[in-house]
């Protein structure tokens, strides 16, 4: 019994849409980064898969994804610095709360 | 190693890995989340192990299990607080469903054309040593890049959390 890339990508692709949920509908700063992060890792698992199928030697998807990962790693940092930044300024990190622009 | 992927171990990590995924959208609790979200990334890893890619593997694990997922936890310590700030209602909106749904639809729709067309699994899969090599010849210059991406990122998170007094 084996698999092939259809299981794989499928796998990704309800990944990636869960995590994009999530975004969405959290009212947390800290979750919306979670679900960020689930979506990564689905792109990153799809990448993976198609380098397997498609360049098994020259393992192009492989390095995109770890440029990808390069790329998460900074932009977590980031943000929860952000986050924390917020919370010293608001003293909260309710995304329903941070609302000075509205008019 | 094998042509084939065996079904078992990826059926295994597949459940994990949508279980966490779940979990993180309805767990109440923040800290728990943040724990699926390391347990997900441990699972991807698994299903990097069975793609062969060890070399990825192993940087999952410790940038997403090693780093990241304290990072998360650090943070959520930190914006709490008292214990009770951690339970959180669930947040599901029915619009940010309907727009995952759909791209769910397209993701599936465009797997389902797209897939059929890599069926045969090559045999040939090169190891860390070749990945290594490639990595500092081919892809060096997006490697330095990302050095200089990840040192910036760096200076610009302690500049933005650091201390009021500048």
Redesign the interface.
């Known amino acids: ?11 990704a ?10 975004a ?5 700063a ?2 919306v ?3 960020l ?2 979506m990564t ?1 689905a792109v ?2 799809n990448l ?7 360049t ?4 192009a998807g ?2 995109t ?3 990808i ?10 943000g ?6 917020l ?2 300024a608001r003293g909260t ?1 309710e995304l329903d709360r941070i609302d000075r622009l509205k008019g | 190693m094998p042509e ?5 171990p ?1 059926a295994i990590l ?1 459940v994990l ?2 279980y966490g ?2 979990m ?2 309805l767990s109440d609790n ?1 800290v728990h ?2 724990f699926w ?1 390391l347990e ?2 441990m699972a ?1 890893a698994g ?2 192990m069975l ?3 060890g ?2 593997a192993l ?2 694990i410790l ?2 299990a090693g ?2 997922s304290v ?2 936890l ?3 310590m ?2 709490l607080r008292s214990r009770e700030d951690a339970i ?2 669930l ?3 029915w ?3 309907a ?3 759909a ?2 639809a397209a ?2 729709t465009l ?2 054309t ?3 067309s ?2 045969a ?2 045999a ?3 190891g860390v040593a ?2 290594g090599r ?2 500092f010849t081919r ?1 060096a210059l ?1 490697f330095e890049v ?1 050095s200089i ?2 040192l ?3 200076v ?3 500049w ?2 650091g201390s ?1 007094e500048r």
């Open positions: 019994m084996t698999v092939g890339p259809i299981a794989f990508m499928g796998l692709a309800v990944l990636f849409c869960v995590g994009l949920f999530g969405l509908s959290k009212k947390s800290v979750m980064l979670m679900c992060e689930l890792n990153n698992l993976v898969t198609v380098s397997r199928f498609v098994p030697t020259s393992m492989q390095f994804a770890a440029f990962m390069v790329v998460a790693a900074a932009e977590i940092g980031l929860l610095a952000l986050v924390l930044a919370y010293r990190v | 084939t992927i065996p079904a078992i990826f597949a890995t949508l995924a779940f993180v959208i923040v989340a943040a979200v997900v990334m991807v299903l990097f793609l062969s890619a070399y990825l940087v999952q940038v997403y780093a990241v990072l998360l650090f943070t959520v930190l914006t959180r209602p947040d599901l909106s619009g940010a469903g727009i995952a749904l791209v769910l993701a599936a797997v389902w797209f897939a059929p890599l069926e699994l090559p040939v899969t090169p070749e990945f490639l990595l892809w997006a990302a991406v990840l910036v990122a760096l610009g998170a302690v933005w959390a009021d």
